[in-house]
């Protein structure tokens, strides 16, 4: 996992936003409906697309807001000083709900289900595992090979690059060979969390 150790980064470039939020009165589970909207227009595009299709490019552009407005509503929460245990779950609920969106239009676009279904799996896994931990009475575990932030970049790199080419490697276009990489790699992330947690409680 890359992205999550730039959260500073990102926090600082998104501050004016946050400031502009606030003056408009958005709350933070206000932000978090609008999030999940952008996964499910993002999810229906890739649903409809086809390879080389104007559709992936705006399928990754709303994945880029998705992935913002995720930022935003936990940085609106806490200038506002509105987080809450009740808005923590809000958050990581719609947060699955968006990714179970995003990957099922990308299988429902290539028709690859089953490998949708491997892929969706993983990563709800990924997630399990992660907030798991702290159920058990440890820190809530972020590590692993590929996070969400790692997630959704990756999405919208590939589905963007998917809007100008129709490669293909043996019958899987480059869609279909993402859907195979989070198949693998979500998994192997589940695994090196459930490790972490396991390890951390002996």
Known sequence: MTLDQYRSVSDRLLTPVVRVAIRLGLTPNAISVVAIAT????????WLADPGSMLYLLGAFLVLANGLLDVLDGMVA???????????????VLDRYADILLLVGLAGG????????AAVTGVLM???????AQAVGLDRVYGGL?????????IGITTGIAAFTTVSYRGLS???LLLVFFAVVSHVTALQRFYYALRALE
Do not use: K
């Not at 990924?126 to 798991?132: A, M, R, V």
């Not at 996070?147 to 970049?153: H, I, K, N, T, V």
């Open 39 to 46: 996964a499910g227009a993002a999810g229906a595009a890739y």
């Open 78 to 92: 806490r200038q506002t000083e509105t987080d809450s245990p009740g808005g923590d779950l809000i958050d990581h």
């Open 110 to 117: 290539t028709g690859e289900f089953a490998i949708g279904i």
């Open 126 to 132: 990924t997630s399990y595992l992660g907030t798991q």
């Open 146 to 154: 590929v996070g969400r932030a790692d997630r959704l970049a990756i």
């Open 174 to 176: 480059l869609v279909g």
